[in-house]
Nanobody, 124 residues
Framework: VQLTESGGGTVQAGGSLTLSCAAS????????MGWFRQAPGKEREFVAV????????YYADSVKGRFSISRGNAENTAILQMSGLKPEDTAVYYC??????????????????WGQGTQVTVSS
């Protein structure tokens, strides 16, 4: 599965951005789709995940209440709406997907497909 992200950019603290991830398969089915981020010099960290079959969502504590993951208008698209952005949210954001749902959804190796990444920069 190929994943294509869009929507990154630069925003002031307190602002909002929306990221989009489109999968190359026409129907996601039992997939899970999520977002990770990686800041310079840091490890890739879990941000949010959507379990496609149940619409269940899970978030990192650092973004809970500020970010929202959901299905996009297209059947194979996931959206990450980010609001109340902080400078510490600055990172490259990666979309990830897997054919199965894993209880280890916070771990990068639970996902078989990755997007190329999109930069999000939050200025203070």
């Amino acid at each position: 599965v190929q994943l294509t992200e869009s929507g990154g950019g630069t925003v002031q603290a307190g602002g909002s951005l929306t990221l989009s991830c489109a999968a190359s398969v026409p129907r996601i089915g039992a997939y899970s789709m999520g977002w990770f981020r990686q800041a310079p010099g840091k490890e890739r960290e879990f941000v949010a995940v959507l379990r496609w079959s149940t619409d269940s969502t899970y978030y990192a504590d650092s973004v809970k209440g500020r970010f929202s993951i959901s299905r996009g208008n297209a059947e194979n698209t996931a959206i990450l709406q980010m609001s109340g952005l902080k400078p510490e949210d600055t990172a490259v954001y990666y979309c990830a997907a897997d054919r199965r749902w894993s209880g280890h959804y916070r771990l990068p190796n639970s996902y078989m497909s990755w997007g190329q990444g999109t930069q999000v920069t939050v200025s203070s």
